[in-house]
């Protein structure tokens, strides 16, 4: 786990600065000079859900599960690579740091700190997510990392200017917060799918679709923060089997209202394999200069 010094981490209660601290018993604590302090849960993660914590439905232990398994099998690992691709170059060679907002289970931040090892440049990472399951996969693949329970819509626990990079994959954008944090020199990497993403096999288990005009509300919802810089196109061809397809169908948003079961018996009378493809586009940010800058 890095020091405290590799990211200036903010409490979420008073925003005074958080350190990283080690109890005698040897666990982990996040603490600040005001005396709010966070304990590291067993499985390496820290909860800094305060108040009434948040509104907002987080990804299930089975949502957790199916999309582990999924991404496990390295089905989307030509997208990782590419994510990897566009953040690694902007990355400084020393006391580089990246966010992961939206981590997930920490399989694409741990394809990118790997593609940056390899070039030499040390990283240091947070991953925020909502789901705490989610987390505990995320703190077992990247324990060099600092994983964070945090609602995203929710002041960054980041201080202003500290940080290279922020990644987003198919996670919601709080683009004021990402300008405040991101360095001058930094950028924004957006993933997102495109039009006829998994078509064929939505159609079959009721995933949700692609919303029609997403890429322009995207494009305007960083207006005034950020400018546009480049997009890749990643198309993905799938042949999966049907536990595979069912894996893939609930590990996103439609988890939250499709059944497991349904799915799979929709599945079952259909010939395997399956065939279908993945749709997504990379896009990335650079910010737009400030006031005074």
């Not at 929710?154 to 709080?174: E, K, M, W, Y």
Request: negative net charge; charged residues 20%; hydrophobic residues 45%.
């Amino acid at each position: 786990m890095p020091s405290s010094t590799d990211l200036p981490l903010l409490c979420p209660v008073c925003s005074n600065p958080l350190d990283l601290l080690e109890t005698d018993s040897g666990q982990s604590r996040l603490a600040c000079p005001s005396g709010h302090s966070f304990d590291a849960a067993r499985q390496g993660y820290f909860n800094l859900l305060v108040g009434k914590g948040t509104a907002f439905e987080a990804d299930s232990s089975a949502m957790v599960q199916a999309r582990s398994d999924f991404l496990g099998d390295g089905h989307y690992r030509s997208l990782a690579d590419a994510v990897a691709d566009a953040v690694v170059p902007f990355l400084p060679e020393d006391r580089a740091a990246v966010l992961d907002s939206g981590t997930g289970t920490g399989h694409y931040l741990r394809v990118l700190l790997d593609a940056a090892a390899t070039q030499g440049r040390k990283v240091a990472a947070l991953g925020l997510d909502i789901s705490k399951f989610a987390l505990r996969r995320a703190a077992r693949l990247n324990p060099e990392a600092l994983n964070l329970v945090c609602d995203i819509w929710q002041p960054l626990p980041l201080a202003d200017d500290s940080v290279d990079a922020v990644t987003v994959i198919f996670a919601p954008r709080n683009v004021p917060e990402f300008a405040r944090v991101l360095r001058p020199s930094g950028r924004l990497v957006v993933v997102t799918p495109r039009s006829g993403h998994l078509a064929s096999l939505a159609a079959v288990t009721g995933m949700l679709g692609i919303e029609e005009g997403k890429e322009a509300r995207l494009a305007e919802a960083m207006g005034g923060y950020f400018d546009a810089e480049t997009t890749v196109v990643v198309d993905i061809p799938l042949r999966l089997t049907r536990l595979e397809a069912a894996a893939l169908a609930f590990m996103g948003p439609a988890g939250h209202h499709l059944d497991r079961d349904a799915v799979s018996a929709r599945l079952e009378v259909l010939p395997a394999p399956l065939m279908t493809e993945a749709k997504f586009q990379i896009m990335v940010f650079r910010p737009r200069k400030r006031a005074g800058t």
